[in-house]
Nanobody, 118 residues
Framework: QVQLVESGGGLVQAGGSLRLSCAPS????????MGWYRQIPGIPGKRRES??????????NYGDFVESRFIITRDNDKMTVKLQMKSMEPEDTAAYYC?????????WGNGTLVTVSS
């Protein structure tokens, strides 16, 4: 079964930058929306939250906390989605997941951990 694979996570200092990438392990037809979610660890009941989505035509939408620090891009031919993050804060420490919607099916990755040190 096709899965999404994230890469690029790791440790970064506050104020630094990081770029995440996501690609499918196989072919996914008719991808519409792609996006990034994150889940902050150690908080019981804290859900995975969507914060950056991009449509096939390139239209984007961001969560309020992004404040122009993150940019989501995609390559429709390669079925990839990237997230460029800058001015990172310790509060951005989380597991980051990418997603892709194909009709009624949502594909997920296993996540990549991002840690921002103060």
């Amino acid at each position: 079964q096709v899965q999404l694979v994230e890469s690029g996570g790791g440790l970064v200092q506050a104020g630094g930058s990081l770029r995440l990438s996501c690609a499918p392990s196989g072919t996914i037809f008719r991808i519409s929306v792609m996006g990034w979610y994150r889940q902050i660890p150690g908080i019981p009941g804290k859900r995975r939250e969507s914060f950056a989505v991009i449509a096939t035509n390139g239209n984007t939408n961001y969560g309020d906390f992004v404040e122009s620090r993150f940019i989501i891009t995609r390559d429709n031919d390669k079925m990839t989605v990237k997230l460029q993050m800058k001015s990172m804060e310790p509060e951005d420490t989380a597991a980051y997941y990418c997603s892709a919607v194909d009709g009624s099916h949502i594909y997920w990755g296993n996540g990549t951990l991002v840690t921002v040190s103060s």
